[in-house]
């Protein structure tokens, strides 16, 4: 009998459900197999009845059942899971046939997973899937990278169940070789954490320090998903504020304050410290879920140090616009560093990313999908050269707009003893960009004063490095120059 099977999934979470479902409805037939193989049946029985999804209960049988060249999706924990199944996928693949890793894989992972695959005569795609559940079923925003040559076959899936936008684009594109699909799906969970820390500082800074009730907040979040914020988690934001526990007080009141992270936070901001990109307000987000986690320590320490009453006094009205200012202003700098951080990454794996592309991508189905990635991709589509962001004409006017009320805040929330990190880290970064002249002489001065590090001069060319005997006590030999 001739093979019927579009494409397989394996792992039946529900984002490959809802992902083979999606496919399903796009006319594509998929084998869906799994490692507990009951759960093939009963999704047959429950969720695909009536599909024409196929199931499966060997690596064996799913593979028989597939029209060549073979596509197998894994949605499965990333990790040693992913090799596992790779390993029990080849012996039953031929040369041409593709292997597909849709999990949230580190992308370094992903290098050499791709390298390992093609040595067997494979072709091998490490894909960021983004827009949880409901992005899976109704259409995500697909991220795809690895063998270049494995792209034709894929692409027509991809693209028809991915998310569409602007009159029907799929968000969805070639990214670039092996890592290159993992590395954009990661820098979007950064950007994603710095999205959700920004707008719970707002929200704290309503709630805390101008004493707003969730209900006052659920209007002015409804409010801004109107205009410039409009995006999925500002609007999810007000969807919260509005639900109501079993006694009639907002739910998110009883939530307690401490925050889970999976990982993919931790590792952008480890990668920009390996290239040396400052993505401060990632940085943050993730440091705030890590101070958030110290719930037994805060409330100790709450009783012990003091600071000022954090009630903010004054045209409630006005100080509730600034903060939608600071946040719109923070957000362009979140979304430049990680633009940094792109092309950082893009230079040092020889990766050919599409900026505007990019942003298209990310302008449907994902998590941080929103009106202002429009205006991303309308930058880098005018100027695909861009060196950052905060020096294309529109972001530097909005920021120009915005600036008098994210510095109000921003001094506001210090003198209130409101913590922001991550709007103040914006603004610093935002100020310390525009200098010409930083404190950097002085620790350099300070690093040859103690170890002999070196330095550059003002008054000599690039490139040439000097030392001096601070003390008259020490030598003239100079620290080698190496980066650790």
């Known amino acids: 009998m001739e093979p019927t099977g579009d494409i397989a999934l394996i792992g039946l979470a529900v984002m490959g459900q809802n992902l083979i479902l999606n496919m399903n409805d796009h006319g594509y037939t998929v084998v869906a197999y799994n490692r507990t193989t009951s759960k093939v049946d009963d999704f047959l029985a429950k969720e695909a009845k009536g599909t024409k999804v196929l199931g499966a209960h060997s690596i064996e049988e799913m593979v028989a059942k597939l029209k060549r060249p073979r596509r197998v999706m894994m949605l499965v924990k990333a990790g040693s899971a992913v090799d596992d199944f790779i390993e029990q996928l080849i012996p039953h693949l031929e040369p041409g046939d593709i292997i597909i890793d849709g999990g949230n894989s580190l992308y370094g992972d992903s290098i050499r997973r791709t390298k390992y695959v093609e040595s067997k005569g494979l072709l091998f795609i490490g894909t960021g899937v983004s827009g949880g559940e409901e992005g899976a079923r109704r259409g995500p925003s697909i991220m795809p990278g690895g063998s270049p040559a494995a792209w034709p076959h894929v692409k027509e899936i991809f693209q028809a169940?991915?998310?569409?936008?602007?009159?029907?684009?799929?968000?969805?594109?070639?990214?670039?070789?092996?890592?290159?699909?993992?590395?954009?799906?990661?820098?979007?969970?950064?950007?994603?954490?710095?999205?959700?820390?920004?707008?719970?500082?707002?929200?704290?800074?309503?709630?805390?320090?101008?004493?707003?009730?969730?209900?006052?907040?659920?209007?002015?979040?409804?409010?801004?998903?109107?205009?410039?914020?409009?995006?999925?988690?500002i609007e999810i934001t007000r969807d919260i504020l509005a639900v109501k526990d079993e006694d009639g007080s907002p739910l998110v009141d009883k939530i307690l304050d401490t925050a889970g992270q999976k990982g993919t936070g931790k590792w952008t901001v480890i990668s920009s410290q390996d290239l040396g990109i400052p993505i401060t307000l990632m940085a943050e987000a993730v440091y705030s879920?890590?101070?958030?986690?110290?719930?037994?320590?805060?409330?100790?320490?709450?009783?012990?140090?003091?600071?000022?009453?954090?009630?903010?006094?004054?045209?409630?009205?006005?100080?509730?616009?600034?903060?939608?200012?600071?946040?719109?202003?923070?957000?362009?700098?979140?979304?430049?560093?990680?633009y940094m951080l792109m092309r950082a990454a893009a230079k040092e794996n020889n990766w050919k990313l599409n900026y505007g592309g990019i942003a298209l991508m990310w302008r449907g189905g994902c998590i941080i999908r929103s009106r202002f990635l429009g205006k991303i991709k309308e930058a880098y589509?005018?100027?695909?050269?861009?060196?950052?962001?905060?020096?294309?004409?529109?972001?530097?006017?909005?920021?120009k707009t915005s600036q008098r009320s994210w510095r109000n805040v921003v001094a506001t929330a210090a003198k209130k003893g409101i913590p922001t990190p991550a709007f103040s880290t914006a603004l610093n970064f935002y100020d310390a960009y525009r200098s010409a002249r930083l404190p950097a002489n002085l620790l350099q001065a300070q690093r040859d004063y103690f170890g002999a590090h070196t330095y550059e001069r003002l008054d000599k060319p690039r490139g040439d490095f000097f030392h001096t005997n601070w003390t008259g006590r020490g030598g003239d030999v100079s620290s080698s120059t190496y980066n650790a």
Not at 186 to 204: K, P, R
Not at 309 to 334: H, N, T
Request: charged content about 25%.
């Open 381 to 399: 589509d005018k100027k695909p050269g861009l060196n950052n962001l905060l020096l294309d004409d529109f972001f530097r006017a909005a920021i």
């Open 289 to 338: 879920r890590c101070v958030s986690a110290l719930k037994d320590e805060r409330v100790a320490a709450a009783r012990k140090l003091k600071g000022p009453r954090p009630v903010i006094s004054g045209d409630r009205a006005k100080f509730v616009e600034d903060i939608r200012q600071a946040l719109y202003a923070s957000k362009i700098v979140s979304y430049a560093q990680g």
């Open 161 to 233: 169940v991915s998310a569409k936008v602007d009159g029907g684009a799929p968000c969805c594109d070639w990214v670039g070789e092996n890592g290159a699909g993992h590395y954009v799906k990661m820098v979007h969970n950064g950007i994603e954490y710095g999205d959700m820390q920004l707008i719970c500082e707002a929200y704290h800074l309503m709630s805390a320090g101008l004493g707003m009730t969730a209900a006052e907040m659920h209007d002015v979040f409804a409010e801004w998903n109107k205009g410039d914020l409009d995006s999925y988690l």
